[in-house]
């Protein structure tokens, strides 16, 4: 899975965390070969990862009080 993903607010609208996902994607990947690859996301920043092949998987639910969706990445290369 991927943890929290998170840019600076002062370095925001640069392209950093699109250049962040394609990494963090990549390194998974390199590393450990998954067949998916799991996040929990704001529910607000979906069309961001689905950008990235990301797909919701589960319906919104709170978590700390804040809407999230479960997704899924599952265009891992075997």
């Known amino acids: ?5 998170v840019i600076r607010p002062d370095k925001r609208g640069i ?3 699109h250049t962040l996902m ?3 994607v ?5 590393n450990w070969n998954p067949d ?4 929990q996301a704001q529910s607000h920043l979906a069309k961001f990862y689905n950008k ?7 319906d919104v639910y709170l ?3 804040i809407p999230h969706v479960d997704m899924l990445f599952t265009q891992c290369e075997k």
């Open 26 to 30: 990549q390194t998974v990947r390199e």
């Open 52 to 58: 990235h092949g990301i797909e919701i998987i589960s």
């Open 36 to 39: 998916k690859i799991h996040l």
């Open 1 to 5: 899975s991927i943890g929290r993903v």
């Open 15 to 17: 392209g950093l965390a």
């Open 63 to 65: 978590e700390d009080e």
């Open 22 to 24: 394609e990494y963090s």
